[in-house]
């Protein structure tokens, strides 16, 4: 099966920052959008961001201004660069591939998964 290879999360402070990576194997990264899932205990799942092989990307409202997704192609992989974290952005990230695109019914590939705790 599949499987993308995230890294990052951990503990932050409230105001810090963090970086997540997501690898993908090369035949999946060059066809699929990218990006990331939240889900918070008892929330529903959230799409975060995502990145087309275009290069279009989309924030949910609550991150605009705060996170940035890259590519790095050399290196088939994605990163989500966290800064002004809030405690409400606490959550398990999910690192997500799709060819179809990326949206509410989720995704085609699925990282292992990455908790992010903002707390003071």
Known sequence: QVQ???SGG???QPGGSMRLSCTAPGSIFRV???GWFRQAPGQQRELVV???IAGYI????SVKGRFTISKDSAKNTVYLQMNSLKPEDTADYYCAADPRGLG???AAYWGQGTQVTVSS
């Open 50 to 52: 995502a990145i087309t």
């Open 4 to 6: 993308l290879v995230e």
């Open 32 to 34: 699929a959008a990218m």
């Open 104 to 106: 509410p019914n989720g």
């Open 58 to 61: 989309h924030y949910a409202d």
């Open 10 to 12: 951990g503990l932050v």
